[in-house]
Nanobody, 116 residues
Framework: QVQLVESGGGLARVGGSLRLSCAASGRTFNVMGWFRQAPGKEREFVAAIIWSPASPYYTDSAKGRFTISRDSTKNTMYMQMDSLTPEDTAIYYC???????????WGQGTQVTVSA
């Protein structure tokens, strides 16, 4: 069974940090990424990483604050989120597929809430 399981969401203060994890099982992927959906808004791309060689991509709002990485031995992707703002509050989804922009497998989502 192909599955993505996110973890690491929660509550953070403004300026704080959280680290999200996404563990893949059942197959390996060429690309994994993070999307988020805030209340009343559409789902948006945050960051992605090509598995090999590791090549990260970020949306402008994530550059300089978020760092995406992966551990091939664990088939797991991570996203370190620093300098969090209330605008980062959203459900964060892990996605995976065979190419950038081509995601065929999604996780269930993990809530990130940033408060003052």
């Amino acid at each position: 069974q192909v599955q993505l399981v996110e973890s690491g969401g929660g509550l953070a203060r403004v300026g704080g940090s959280l680290r999200l994890s996404c563990a893949a099982s059942g197959r390996t992927f060429n690309v994994m990424g993070w999307f988020r959906q805030a209340p009343g808004k559409e789902r948006e791309f945050v960051a992605a990483i090509i598995w090999s060689p590791a090549s990260p991509y970020y949306t402008d709002s994530a550059k300089g604050r978020f760092t995406i990485s992966r551990d091939s031995t664990k088939n797991t992707m991570y996203m370190q989120m620093d300098s969090l703002t209330p605008e980062d509050t959203a459900i964060y989804y892990c996605a995976a597929g065979d190419g950038l922009g081509v995601y065929d497998t999604w996780g269930q989502g993990t809530q990130v809430t940033v408060s003052a």
